[in-house]
């Protein structure tokens, strides 16, 4: 399995272990235990795949194959994850329920560009954002000696006859 894969189906895993975790959530404040501990250990492993997730798109950031952005989406998701889990362990439902729905609607948002545009074609996305801004450049400094040497041009003679 190649490494865009890997972080392909971690994202499609953590937006599928967030839809779990709400659902668990939902038998757990219903009166379930069975749910309670299952939610509990979903909330574990959504952890676990977002840290695949992280090592996956470095090592695709390393090769150019994904934007930066990706890297810090994910990154910052792993960290909201981690204070998911560590709001449900405290009890702090006030934290832990908005945080759920923010994470589940960011794996849905993520899974969405991610999987719609395929990473082969984000990085294309990049590389051509990267290309354009060279061509912005060169057309700048090209425009500039243009704008220099119509300066140093003597003005045209008229004649009228």
Do not use: K
């Amino acid at each position: 399995m190649n490494l865009t894969a890997v972080f392909l189906l971690a994202i499609a895993g953590q937006a599928t272990a967030l839809l779990a975790q709400a659902l668990l959530a939902g038998l757990a404040i219903s009166g379930s235990e069975t749910a309670l501990g299952s939610h509990m250990l979903v909330g574990g492993m959504s952890l676990l795949i977002s840290v695949v997730q992280i090592a996956a798109a470095l090592l695709l950031r390393r090769s150019s194959r994904i934007p930066r952005w990706l890297v810090a989406a994910s990154v910052g998701f792993s960290v909201a994850d981690a204070a998911q889990m560590a709001a449900g362990r405290l009890q702090l439902f006030a934290l832990h329920l908005p945080l759920g729905v923010a994470l589940f609607g960011a794996s849905i948002g993520l899974a969405i560009y991610s999987w719609g545009w395929r990473a082969t074609q984000i990085a294309a996305t990049a590389s051509s954002r990267q290309s354009v801004r060279a061509q912005r450049g060169a057309d700048q400094r090209q425009s500039m000696s243009s704008a220099r040497a119509a300066t140093c041009v003597p003005p045209a003679v008229l004649t009228i006859g």
